[in-house]
Nanobody, 116 residues
Framework: QVQLVESGGGLVQAGGSLRLSCAAS?????AGWYRQAPGKQRELVAT???????NYADSVKGRFTISRNNVENTVYLRMNSLKPEDTAVYYC?????????????WGQGTQVTVSS
């Protein structure tokens, strides 16, 4: 089993930036970031393959960047031009292998709060 630990969340004013980190205790395949705001459905924000191919939700395109370091087993989410609607708990998720259907590794989440 691989453990994922998120860090980097906090309180920031609208227009500001944050960088989230997801440290994995071992090698992972596809990785992604989800977020969930109170009273809302969990939303897939971005994904990244082991080879570096990325996909983003329309709501964050042009503002967020997902990246990874496979040597360090770490996934990052750089968030620029933050908006109050970005406020949520952000979760790192990953799949153990290319053959895995579901995300089998989940972090505990880190709170991101964007104030006006």
């Amino acid at each position: 089993q691989v453990q994922l630990v998120e860090s980097g969340g906090g309180l920031v004013q609208a227009g500001g930036s944050l960088r989230l980190s997801c440290a994995a205790s071992g090698s992972i395949s596809l990785a992604g970031w989800y977020r969930q705001a109170p009273g809302k459905q969990r939303e897939l924000v971005a994904t990244i393959t082991r080879g570096g191919s990325t996909n983003y939700a329309d709501s964050v395109k042009g503002r967020f960047t997902i990246s990874r370091n496979n040597v360090e087993n770490t996934v990052y989410l750089r968030m620029n031009s933050l908006k109050p609607e970005d406020t949520a708990v952000y979760y790192c998720a990953a799949k153990s292998s290319i053959m895995t259907t579901d995300y089998d590794y989940w972090g505990q989440g880190t709170q991101v709060t964007v104030s006006s």
